[in-house]
């Protein structure tokens, strides 16, 4: 069975603190894909990253870090030196052939000034 | 350009109304994907379109229609909702195969009164 986990239901963080949210996902297929979608308050989803599973680098964009490790199953998302405007619903998402895409249960982030 | 539109941004129903939800995309995605997201909830898929033709329609009420007039443009029929259909309706267009990233419009919230 395919399924993503987002423990993290609320997290709040002061403004520059650093933040991961933790998703562990669960497959037995050997190609997947998986995704992170940031919601804000105005409700529309915004993509973010996406990575296969043969591609295990890490991601750094600005901000905004990936940690993808098959061995535990996990593609965590890191955000360093977080602003109010990070305050969002993460969602990460697993992507499998010939399968709607799964979404975790998201993580709401707050980012206090 | 990755920008889907939908129309309109706020629809009030009563129950006997028939209504519908546009969407828009010029990115020349060849997929296109009606959401449907409760609050504090994942989006939940409802149905998707493969080069003009369903694809998938995830057992949604036949109080649901969708339809897709060409390759950029995505329509919800609404008739005889019920009160818990109020939600965040999200469109979404992606190139075919659940390999890719899909983008999201900044969705429709429906209240069914």
């Known amino acids: 069975a395919q399924k993503v986990t987002q423990a993290q239901t609320e997290i709040s963080v002061v403004e520059k603190e650093d933040v991961t949210l933790d998703c562990v996902y669960e497959t037995r297929d050997t190609t997947y894909y998986l995704f992170w979608y940031k919601q804000p308050p105005s409700g529309e989803l915004v993509f973010l990253i996406r990575?296969?599973?043969?591609?295990?680098q890490n991601e750094i964009s600005g901000r905004y870090s990936w940690n993808f490790q098959k061995s535990t199953s996990s593609f965590n998302f890191t955000i360093t030196a977080s602003q109010v405007v990070d305050s969002a619903v993460y969602f990460c998402a697993l992507g499998l052939r010939n399968t709607p895409l799964v979404f975790g249960k998201g993580t709401r982030l707050s980012v206090i000034a | 350009d990755t920008e889907v539109t939908q129309t309109p941004k706020h629809l009030v129903m009563g129950m006997t109304n028939k209504k519908s939800l546009k969407c828009e995309q010029h990115m020349g995605h060849r997929a296109m994907y009606w959401y449907k997201q409760k609050a504090k909830k994942p989006p939940e898929l409802m149905f998707v379109?493969?080069?003009?033709?369903?694809?998938i329609n995830e057992s949604v009420p036949s109080r649901f229609s969708p339809e897709c007039p060409n390759s950029s443009l995505l329509n919800l029929h609404l008739h005889a909702l019920q009160p818990e259909d109020s939600a965040l309706y999200l469109c979404a267009s992606s190139q075919t195969g659940t390999a890719y990233e899909q983008y999201f419009g900044p969705g429709t919230r429906l209240t069914v009164t």
């Open positions: 990575r296969n599973s043969f591609d295990e």
């Open positions: 379109y493969s080069y003009e033709k369903l694809s």
